[in-house]
């Protein structure tokens, strides 16, 4: 079994039902789940969409990472995700990406982790570091803490007191 991060994100439809939906499928994958809270994002890349909801889960697996990723894809195929014909980093219903594989660093073509642009993405820092206050960049050694500083703007918790 290996302990892997999945961020979730939502800006088309029922957001929060579109993470709920999601989160029971990916949890179904494994055991011992959690799912941070849920935060609204801005859109950062492509800023004119809707707001995100976002999230990220942790989750014991026996799956290989190419199989977690497959079987994210299919889940976001289920949930009404079109890769074949959105626009890239647009909205979407759904939004399933691996961030982390225990220790793990694999460099493939369609699969790296640890995610390449994880530690730019206060969307995904802010619910990351909330269930795992203490992890590490495999490839650095670094505390994900300490890259969050200026990182967080535009990440607020949901629902908005």
């Given amino acids: 079994m290996s302990t892997c991060y999945i ?4 800006n088309v439809g029922s957001r929060d039902g579109n993470l709920a939906a999601a989160w029971k499928k ?12 849920l935060y609204e994002t801005e859109p950062m890349y492509v ?6 909801l976002n999230a990220v889960g942790r989750v014991q697996s026996a799956l290989s990472p190419r199989e ?7 889940i976001e195929a289920a949930l009404g995700r079109d890769r ?26 369609d699969l790296i982790i640890p995610h390449p642009r994880m530690t730019e993405r206060g969307f995904v820092l802010v619910p990351l570091l909330e269930i795992a206050p203490r ?3 495999p490839r650095t050694g670094v505390f994900y803490s300490e890259l ?3 990182r967080s703007r535009g990440v607020y918790s949901y629902p908005r007191q």
């Fill in 7 to 10: 961020a979730l994100g939502s």
């Fill in 26 to 37: 990916v949890a179904a994958l494994g055991t011992e789940a959690l799912l941070s809270s």
């Fill in 47 to 52: 800023t004119d969409q809707p707001l995100f």
């Fill in 68 to 74: 977690m990723l497959d079987a994210l894809h299919e």
């Fill in 84 to 109: 074949g014909r959105e626009t890239r980093m647009g909205p979407r219903t759904i939004d399933l990406d691996i961030l982390l594989w225990g220790d793990r660093v694999i460099d493939e073509p």
């Fill in 135 to 137: 992890l590490t960049d």
């Fill in 148 to 150: 969050l500083p200026g």
